[in-house]
């Protein structure tokens, strides 16, 4: 278990598709265990296989009761392995997201605002959840990832993306 460097927008492997996960072993585990620790160390509500340079398909997310962000309903921690989303309905909503990969900046993000998502745990037993609001949005954004998207491609409009710093007051901030 450690804590790992985190790639950062403009490294190559954050651009490709990563390749799914074969088999359920050791190795899948301490993978997940390294993003687990990286992702607390960093204070991250979600983490993928690729962000500490691992082209795998594999997701990891929490979100913890948190003063503040009390709009947010907290999310399990969830490990999923080859993800598939579904979204439910054209219904989509804007929120202002932030990546571990990006630091320090923020962008306001138009996501599909009900899903369907089906995968893998690390046992390898199947998950098949049906969700709403920020945990449809932290699952999207991190399975972007394993399609080499970071979500600054996902700001519709680039006049709301910029550094947290200056956005504060400007925005409803989320975990990133
Ligand atoms: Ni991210």
Redesign the pocket.
Known sequence: MAVRPVLKMGEPLLRQVASPVERFDAALAELVADMDDTMRALHGA?I?AP?IGVGRRVVIFELKENPRYPHITPVPYTVLVNPRLTPLGAEQEEGWEG???VPGMRGLVPRFRRLRYQGFDLRGAPLDRTVEGFHARVVQ??VD?LDGI??PQRVADLRNFGFEDALAGQMTPMPD
Do not use: I, P
């Open positions: 979600g993928a962000q990546c571990l990969s954004h991190e990832h970071l979500f």
